[in-house]
């Protein structure tokens, strides 16, 4: 049974950073394309930052570029997702992803194989 468990949201002022984190059991984690994705109720959900298999990333929406930044550790089956400079606007649910297929991952409407329950993040301004 695969598991995907994001952790590490919560709540921070304006210009602080947070860490998200990515556990993933019961697959071959290396051999899958990971991302993050944000959800505000009421919008649809959008992708912020994906890397695949081997490390290599894409930065999506334009508001994060240089202020968040997406890793992995396939020895450990994490990945993380550090955030800095955080604006209320980055206020959402953040989900974790996970598919074999970096088209799948990444192409809208965003339809991967696994997805996680998601963590909040709240920036108060």
């Known amino acids: 049974q695969v598991q995907v468990v994001e952790s590490g949201g919560g709540l921070v002022q304006a210009g602080g950073s947070l860490r998200l984190s990515c556990t993933v059991s019961g697959l071959t984690f290396g051999e899958y394309a990971m991302g993050w994705f944000r959800q505000v109720p009421g919008k649809e959900r959008e992708m912020v930052l994906c890397?695949?298999?081997?490390?290599?990333?894409?930065s999506s929406a334009g508001s994060v570029a240089g202020r968040f930044t997406i890793s992995r550790d396939n020895s450990n089956n994490v990945m993380y997702l550090q955030m800095d400079s955080l604006k209320a606007e980055d206020t959402a649910m953040y989900y974790c992803?996970?598919?074999?297929?970096?088209?799948?991952?990444?192409?809208?409407?965003?339809?991967?194989?696994?997805w996680g329950q998601g963590t909040q993040v709240t920036v108060s301004s």
């Open positions: 992803a996970a598919d074999r297929s970096w088209h799948a991952l990444t192409s809208s409407p965003y339809n991967p194989s696994y």
């Open positions: 890397i695949n298999a081997s490390g290599g990333y894409t």
